[in-house]
């Protein structure tokens, strides 16, 4: 909170002031100003012309101002406000260059005035003696205290027509009241409590004196204050909206300047000030150091690098000071990265690091990695990255650059040895043959670089469909395809890298389902009969060896005694005799094929 300014009612004690945080000793407080035949009484701040402004009865009534800059004691003038040297102004509040003043004696009422001088307005006829007044923080509403049987804190707008609020009662009179930073209303014990002073030596209790009040329930005890509290003023440190800066070229040698804070605007009717009135304070550090120049301006040392930075101290003329630091790098080259970790990959290899211990004064903004030998490289904001193109079972080794705004660093000590890897070649050879109805036997011979890492499997792909089938050998079959369709099937081989480029294409081969054919030769004369196959709208026979010619085939029988026969006439010698099922594709979807020997003009059957 501060400091409290305090205005005793009583002739000969005006204007005292303590510091009066809640948490601080009681203490009592120490006269600022007196004048024997005046009894003091409003008391206020005027923070656009930095004065303390009070009211007085007795010897020269009126309301007096006075510079508060020549602390402890100073001189105040009487202000020339009409009809305020018989208004008996106990409590008043002042804000840019305007008292708001309470009466009790003139229509008992809260009065406003130009503090230069001129005619006072009536904001508010409280028909009650009005002790101490305050303005909220915005300085849109007046609170003010009731006195003699009307102890109560009231509140209205400054201007306009709105009610009266009271903000709390107490059982004391209430004379001094001024507004805290955090809202809060803090009040004195006024001069009555009743019927007789409350503070004086003959009525408070020994050695307790006044007290103040703070809404909440905080009493401040003022031991020995035998004046009552009949008026009051808040006195805050200077408030910092912005810190203050460094400026100057950023290498060593150069002369920094420190400048100054952004101070908050003082608030009306609340506060003394929370602007800076007193003299600045300089004190520099590098790195750290005190190097004890109290000036605005510092040149750092030759040849180093480091932190330099500026504590500003400022205080108002209540005694009441605030500090806060910036801070400016002269930078230089970071340190070199450490605990390098390489591993090998696919004509590749991850690397990743520790950032250094040293950032040269200057965040570290990248990471080169520069690998041997071939000297490719890869960057990165973060602790790892990939360099790639890198030659297939070559060894290499690593080191890694940071790099700030000054500069980049000393490389790091060598990762060890990775070799990188590639995916397998292509196995050559594919070749597609009929294994079963629907299915595919597929075959290849190996590739012929492995990639620098073993073969793990092998998978064949059918076309179309993309059936497929894998194998740690060099062969596999591929099932679930569709009997009669054409194929052609391609091979990849896979390796702890990964899957390397697929083999030529196989020729196209395809699956059938096998016609169970009951075969007779008689005299040369080859019969083929069977059940019909489902699917299928023709049938074919034809012959190969000694004889190459086709047959014929004819439907008989109907029912389930429906048989589909063939005919053909072989040549002497052996032939090989196929008959074909084919759908209305005309693909072949389940064939028999049998091998025969015509020897003789005989009738031979073959089953």
């Excluded at 009681?26 to 005046?38: F, H, K, L, R, Y």
């Excluded at 294994?435 to 492995?450: E, I, Y």
Aim: aromatic letters at 6%; a positive charge; hydrophobic letters at 30%.
């Amino acid at each position: 909170m501060g400091k409290v300014f305090w205005a005793g009612q009583k002739a000969g004690n005006l204007l005292y002031v303590r510091a009066a945080e809640a948490d601080l000793p009681s203490q009592s407080g120490v006269e600022i100003w007196t004048d024997a035949n005046s009894t003091a009484r409003g008391l206020s701040c005027d923070t656009s012309t930095s004065t303390l402004v009070w009211s007085a009865n007795g010897g020269t009534p009126g309301i007096y101002s006075g510079s508060y800059a020549g602390l402890p004691t100073f001189a105040g003038t009487l202000a020339n406000i009409a009809g305020s040297e018989d208004a008996g102004a106990i409590g008043l509040t002042t804000t840019n260059g305007v008292v708001y003043y309470a009466t009790d004696t003139l229509n008992d009422s809260i009065q406003s005035a130009p503090l230069a001088g001129g005619s006072a307005t009536q904001i508010a006829n409280v028909q009650t003696q009005a002790q101490g007044v305050a303005l909220d923080l915005t300085g849109t509403s007046v609170t003010w205290g009731g006195w003699m049987s009307n102890t109560s804190i009231f509140s209205r707008l400054v201007t306009g027509s709105g009610a009266t609020t009271t903000i709390t009662t107490d059982a004391t009179e209430l004379a001094g009241i001024a507004t805290l930073s955090d809202g809060r209303t803090i009040w004195g014990q006024g001069p009555y409590n009743g019927t007789v002073p409350s503070c004086s030596p003959n009525h408070a209790p020994a050695g307790t004196g006044c007290d103040l009040h703070i809404s909440g329930g905080t009493t401040i005890d003022l031991p020995g204050t035998t004046t009552d509290v009949s008026s009051i003023w808040i006195v805050d440190s200077p408030t910092e909206t912005t810190a203050p800066s460094i400026t100057g070229t950023a290498t060593p040698g150069q002369t920094f300047t420190c400048n100054d804070a952004s101070w908050a605007a003082d608030l009306p009717g609340s506060r003394l000030s929370r602007r800076p009135t007193a003299a600045r304070s300089y004190q520099w550090y590098f790195n750290g150091a005190d190097v004890g120049t109290d000036a605005p301006t510092y040149t750092a040392p030759s040849g180093q690098y480091g932190v330099v930075g500026c504590e500003l101290q400022v205080g108002n003329a209540a005694g009441d000071t605030t500090s806060s630091r910036a801070t400016m790098a002269i930078p230089t080259d970071p340190g070199a990265p450490t605990n390098v970790i390489a591993s090998g990959g696919n004509a590749s290899a991850a690397v990743s690091w520790t950032a250094p211990a040293f950032d040269g004064y200057s965040t570290i903004t990248n990471y080169t990695v520069t690998a041997s030998p071939g000297g490719r490289t890869c960057q990165s904001s973060g602790n790892s990255c990939t360099v790639f193109n890198l030659e297939v079972g070559t060894a290499y080794t690593f080191s890694v650059n940071a790099t700030n705004a000054h500069g980049t660093g000393p490389g790091s000590a060598i990762s060890g040895s990775v070799t990188t890897w590639a995916t397998p070649g292509a196995p050559t050879g594919a070749t597609a043959t009929r294994s079963g109805s629907g299915k595919l036997t597929v075959s290849w011979t190996a590739p012929s670089s492995n990639g620098g890492s073993a073969v793990t499997g092998y998978t064949a792909t059918a076309t179309p469909g993309g059936k497929t089938c894998t194998s740690t050998g060099t062969s596999c079959s591929i099932s679930g395809l569709t009997n009669g369709t054409n194929y052609t099937v391609t091979v990849t081989a896979t390796n702890a890298v990964g899957t390397g480029s697929a083999s030529s294409a196989s020729k196209a081969a395809y699956p059938y389902a096998s016609i169970t054919v009951t075969w007779k030769l008689s005299a040369r004369s080859l019969t083929a009969t069977f059940r019909p196959v489902t699917g299928a709208k023709s049938y074919a026979l034809s012959s190969t060896g000694a004889t190459k010619k086709s047959g014929t085939c004819k439907t008989t029988g109907s029912g389930s005694k429906r048989r589909i026969s063939c005919k053909l006439t072989l040549k002497k010698g052996t032939s090989t005799v196929t008959v074909k099922a084919k759908n209305t594709a005309k693909q072949v979807i389940a064939q028999a094929t049998k091998t025969k020997t015509a020897r003789r003009l005989s009738v031979i059957a073959h089953r």
